[in-house]
């Protein structure tokens, strides 16, 4: 037998292989970006083809996560080595179907775990929590072990999560790892239903003659967070020794807290005659559940989380994505 072939047998079986379940979504399409372009091995697998054209040359498999046989037959005939599971409902769309919401969600997560407790080849799983598990009585900044009643499915299909990630850790020694992120702010696919979507769907109404309608109140200030920062928590959490982990649930990360006046005054100046309206609705209240921050302190603390996007920043990566918005140079 050839050597150089077996040298090939042996270097495949020592190479991470990074499957993202929900890889078409808003933080999946992100994900597999970066990990492609670092050169990773990267596997797709989604109910739906990604839409975003580089990714369309990775192995994709179409798989629901609700069907654990086929969520089985893609993670072991690739030899998924670290999972990320990013497939959910969220919290605007999961107050209208409720009990689909929670079906996702909850057995979703559990095929997962359950998946990783049994197949060898999986190291590590990577799964987001959010803000939404706070609800009213968190106060202004969510501390890392603060008080959590949620008042959505989302946000309570996240808080039992966090517990079942717990278990399977303590009992099944899974090495599940996991983040609260807040509003995620991107440009490579659409948001998929939630109640801090205004401030992306806002960067397609930028011009025109009617204004902008935002379903949030104007001064309801929500944790947001770019896209590249999201990607790299993620990223850095994984990567992070086993032992450096002292958080037994999800780690708070934060980055900037705005309200959509706030937001939109950032972007007047860069298009000054950009006019928006507020017509708040079912998901203002929602978003006045919610903290204003989140405290962070740990993750800063156990594995170097420091986010690196602000709001200019943000505003301006938005813009240079749209073709008909030219952003301001910026000043030093």
Avoid at 64 to 72: I, N, S
Avoid at 118 to 134: E, L, Q
Avoid at 284 to 304: K, L, V
Avoid at 310 to 321: C, F, K, N, Q
């Amino acid at each position: 037998m050839d050597a150089s072939y077996i040298l090939r047998i042996f270097a495949d079986m020592n190479v991470d292989v990074h499957g993202i379940i929900g890889a078409s979504g808003q933080l999946g399409t992100e994900i597999a970006l970066r990990l492609m372009e670092a050169g990773e091995r990267v596997v797709l697998l989604d109910i739906k083809a990604p839409s975003y054209a580089p990714l369309q040359e990775l192995p994709f498999e179409k798989v629901d996560v609700r069907d654990q046989g086929a969520l089985a037959a893609g993670l072991g005939g690739h030899k998924v080595t670290h999972v990320y599971h990013l497939a959910a409902a969220l919290s605007a769309r999961g107050e209208q179907e409720p009990q689909w919401a929670w079906d996702l969600n909850m057995n979703g997560l559990l095929h997962v775990l359950e998946l990783a407790a049994s197949m060898d080849h999986i190291a590590k799983v990577f799964w987001p929590s959010s803000i939404a598990v706070f609800g009213p009585g968190s106060g202004p900044v969510a501390a890392q072990t603060g008080h959590r009643l949620p008042t959505t499915v989302y946000g309570v299909s996240k808080n039992a999560g966090e517990h079942w990630c717990a278990w399977y850790h303590q009992h099944r020694g899974v090495d599940v790892r996991s983040v609260r992120y807040p509003g995620l702010i991107g440009t490579l696919a659409p948001p998929g239903g939630g109640t801090t979507d205004y401030a992306v769907e806002v960067f397609d109404h930028l011009h025109g003659a009617a204004p902008y309608t935002c379903f949030l109140e104007a001064q309801e200030k929500l944790p947001m967070m770019h896209m590249d920062d999201a990607v790299t928590g993620a990223l850095q959490l994984l990567a992070a020794p086993r032992a450096a982990l002292q958080c037994a649930e999800a780690y708070n990360i934060g980055a900037m807290s705005f309200s959509p006046e706030e937001l939109f005054a950032e972007i007047r100046r860069h298009v000054p005659e950009f006019k928006a309206v507020f017509a708040p609705d079912f998901r203002q209240a929602i978003a006045a559940g919610w903290p204003d921050a989140m405290d962070d302190a740990m993750a800063r603390r156990d594995w170097g989380w420091a986010p690196q996007v602000g709001l200019e920043e943000l505003v301006r990566s938005m813009m240079a994505s749209r073709r008909d918005v030219q952003p301001l140079p910026q000043v030093s």
